[in-house]
């Protein structure tokens, strides 16, 4: 005699916050998001945020090594598409739609949360401009006895930018750091406005 494992299907509200509250990653999609995490003690940037269940980008510099000159000569820098992973919820349709339609949106806002003097504080936030969403794919799984159901997005983008804020332990702002990359401009910019070192800018 064999017994079936049983499986419970979440809503969306409750997967956010039950089935992926070991995540510490969030992501707004041009708005679009249902939102699950409210009140005095939540950073008012994750209001419209989803929580992320994956996240994987990379960018590549070719490095010529048939250069005449001693020091390898720097190529131009090739960005992958950036992965995520989120739950079945408005943004999902909303990406998914706009998979269909070819259509550009942003801002794709990604956030590193943290818990600073019992608030949940973005630490850092990742902005990508003029996305164009390149693949979608549809994914369930059971974790724990819990149905997730997820949709896996990839995208392109025109210009990223990153920026650390950092806290003391009383969660007050001490500075933040910021690099930006815009494709189309072919430029490099990184400023520092405490917490880290120098600015500086440059071409790509």
Same mark, same amino acid.
Do not use: H
């Given at each position: 005699?064999? %017994?079936?494992?049983?499986? *419970? ?18 992501? @707004?999609?041009?708005?679009?998001? *249902?939102?699950?995490? *409210? ?14 269940? /994956?996240?994987? &980008?990379?960018?590549?510099?070719? %490095?010529? /090594? ?12 090739? /960005?992958?598409? =950036? ?19 070819? @259509? ?5 806002? =990604? ?5 600073? @003097? ?5 630490? &850092? ?44 332990q009383n969660g007050q702002p001490l500075g933040q750091n910021v690099s930006l990359i815009n494709f189309p401009q072919g430029t490099l910019q990184a400023q520092s406005g405490g917490g880290g070192g120098g600015g500086a800018g440059g071409g790509i």
């Amino acid at each position: 005699m064999s %017994v079936e494992p049983v499986t *419970t299907k979440l809503s969306a509200a409750q997967a956010a916050n039950e089935g992926t509250n070991s995540s510490n990653l969030f992501i @707004n999609i041009a708005g679009q998001g *249902t939102g699950t995490l *409210t009140g005095a003690n939540v950073d008012p940037k994750l209001v419209k945020a989803d929580r992320l269940l /994956a996240f994987s &980008e990379n960018m590549v510099r070719e %490095v010529n /090594a048939a250069s005449e000159n001693t020091l390898f000569s720097a190529g131009e820098i090739d /960005a992958s598409w =950036v992965y995520v992973e989120i739950l079945r919820t408005q943004a999902a349709i909303y990406a998914q739609n706009s998979f269909y339609q070819a @259509n550009n949106i942003g801002p794709i806002n =990604v956030y590193r949360a943290d818990i600073i @003097n019992g608030k949940l504080t973005v630490t &850092e936030e990742i902005d990508y401009t003029n996305c164009i969403i390149t693949k979608i794919e549809s994914s369930a799984q059971a974790l724990e006895g819990k149905k997730l159901d997820s949709l896996k997005v990839w995208f392109r983008f025109t210009q990223r930018q990153d920026t650390l804020l950092f806290f003391d332990q009383n969660g007050q702002p001490l500075g933040q750091n910021v690099s930006l990359i815009n494709f189309p401009q072919g430029t490099l910019q990184a400023q520092s406005g405490g917490g880290g070192g120098g600015g500086a800018g440059g071409g790509i």
